[in-house]
């Protein structure tokens, strides 16, 4: 739909700069013309008469130019959310400050989404807690995501590659970082990458995949060390934290399983309940490359044993 969208806008901007350019220099002019102390005449012969053709002219020449973007714009749209049969569904869920996708056979990723080449794919998408909006400004396709009812979105995508995914309502702190992509396969890359594993990765390996696949990269690593939004990650397991509480705590596999699951149960001193739960988002094995990943953070992890 992007070529459609694309000249329905260059329509609308061609109106609106000729409209404004002729106005604006209409203004101008005739300023300058019946300036205070100039020659002009002010009283025309003719005034009184010959009027009504002018008047007819500008009412129906720009009646005539906003019909058609008013019809144009209305068959775009229709189509736009005319969802198509057979399309592949896949199920979106917005929440503060991802977006968790899942493909029809099961497979989840967070702020990406892989699609196939060429065939219609539909978006059935709700919100968790606030509005938020899915936007895929390449496909010119938005749509508002809200809690407690579904909406949905189709795109066909037509060239292979990764696209920018963005949220485009306002839904809180972190809004400006819920964006990601939405990679375009070949049919054929796409069946592989559904029927991907990861049995070549180590746990470690997985991990930090799943790491990156969480964001929890965009806090956790965050370029900002005087200013940091989470405590870093680096030297935390076996380590004694300090939490907000006064209390102290060993940092060990059950405290970071926990910390991801119910971060709020255990808040660090200085720092804020900011992280999301990751509760049902993350298998055991996911958990435990995660858990592993986390521990290879620590350069010598005092006490801990090794597998
Ligand atoms: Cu979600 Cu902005």
Same mark, same amino acid.
């Given at each position: 739909?992007?070529?459609?969208?694309?000249?329905?806008?260059?329509? *609308? $901007?061609?109106?609106?700069?000729?409209?404004?350019?002729?106005?604006?220099?209409?203004?101008?002019?005739?300023?300058?013309?019946?300036?205070?102390?100039?020659?002009?005449?002010?009283?025309?012969?003719?005034?009184?008469?010959?009027?009504?053709? $002018?008047?007819?002219?500008?009412?129906?020449?720009?009646?005539? $130019?906003?019909?058609?973007?008013?019809?144009?714009?209305?068959?775009?749209?229709?189509?736009?959310?005319?969802?198509?049969?057979?399309?592949?569904?896949?199920?979106?869920?917005?929440?503060?400050?991802?977006?968790?996708?899942?493909?029809?056979?099961?497979?989840?990723?967070?702020?990406?989404?892989?699609?196939?080449?060429?065939?219609?794919?539909?978006?059935?998408?709700?919100?968790?807690?606030?509005?938020?909006?899915?936007?895929?400004?390449?496909?010119?396709?938005?749509?508002?995501?809200?809690?407690?009812?579904?909406?949905?979105?189709?795109?066909?995508?037509?060239?292979?590659?990764?696209?920018?995914?963005?949220?485009?309502?306002?839904?809180?702190?972190?809004?400006?970082?819920?964006?990601?992509?939405?990679?375009?396969?070949?049919?054929?890359?796409?069946?592989?990458?559904?029927?991907?594993?990861?049995?070549?990765?180590?746990?470690?390996?997985?991990?930090?995949?799943?790491?990156?696949?969480?964001?929890?990269?965009?806090?956790?690593?965050?370029?900002?060390?005087?200013?940091?939004?989470?405590?870093? *990650?680096?030297?935390?397991?076996?380590?004694?934290?300090?939490?907000?509480?006064?209390?102290?705590?060993?940092?060990?596999?059950?405290?970071?399983?926990?910390?991801? *699951?119910?971060?709020?149960?255990?808040?660090?001193?200085?720092?804020?309940?900011?992280?999301?739960?990751?509760?049902?988002?993350?298998?055991?094995?996911?958990?435990?490359?995660?858990?592993?990943?986390?521990?290879?953070?620590?350069?010598?992890?005092?006490?801990?044993?090794?597998?």
């Amino acid at each position: 739909m992007a070529a459609e969208v694309d000249h329905l806008l260059f329509y *609308l $901007l061609l109106v609106s700069s000729v409209m404004t350019l002729g106005i604006a220099s209409a203004i101008v002019f005739l300023a300058f013309k019946y300036r205070r102390g100039s020659k002009a005449e002010r009283h025309s012969a003719g005034h009184g008469h010959g009027t009504m053709l $002018l008047e007819v002219t500008w009412i129906v020449i720009p009646l005539f $130019l906003s019909m058609i973007m008013f019809g144009w714009g209305a068959a775009v749209f229709f189509r736009l959310f005319d969802m198509p049969d057979g399309a592949m569904e896949v199920h979106v869920v917005g929440k503060q400050w991802m977006w968790k996708f899942q493909h029809p056979d099961g497979r989840r990723e967070i702020n990406e989404l892989h699609v196939p080449l060429g065939q219609p794919v539909r978006l059935n998408m709700i919100s968790q807690d606030v509005i938020h909006a899915v936007y895929v400004p390449a496909f010119r396709v938005k749509h508002d995501v809200l809690p407690g009812r579904y909406t949905s979105l189709w795109f066909t995508a037509t060239q292979a590659g990764e696209y920018h995914l963005f949220c485009a309502e306002y839904c809180g702190t972190q809004h400006s970082l819920m964006k990601g992509k939405v990679v375009v396969l070949e049919p054929a890359e796409y069946q592989a990458w559904l029927a991907g594993t990861k049995l070549n990765q180590t746990p470690v390996q997985a991990g930090a995949a799943l790491f990156d696949e969480l964001r929890c990269a965009t806090c956790h690593r965050a370029a900002e060390p005087n200013r940091p939004r989470c405590p870093s *990650l680096e030297d935390v397991f076996g380590s004694q934290v300090d939490l907000a509480d006064g209390t102290r705590v060993l940092a060990d596999e059950a405290y970071l399983r926990e910390s991801i *699951l119910r971060p709020a149960a255990k808040i660090v001193k200085g720092y804020q309940a900011a992280m999301p739960s990751f509760e049902g988002q993350i298998g055991e094995e996911g958990m435990n490359d995660l858990v592993a990943y986390l521990k290879s953070l620590s350069a010598q992890p005092p006490g801990s044993s090794q597998p």
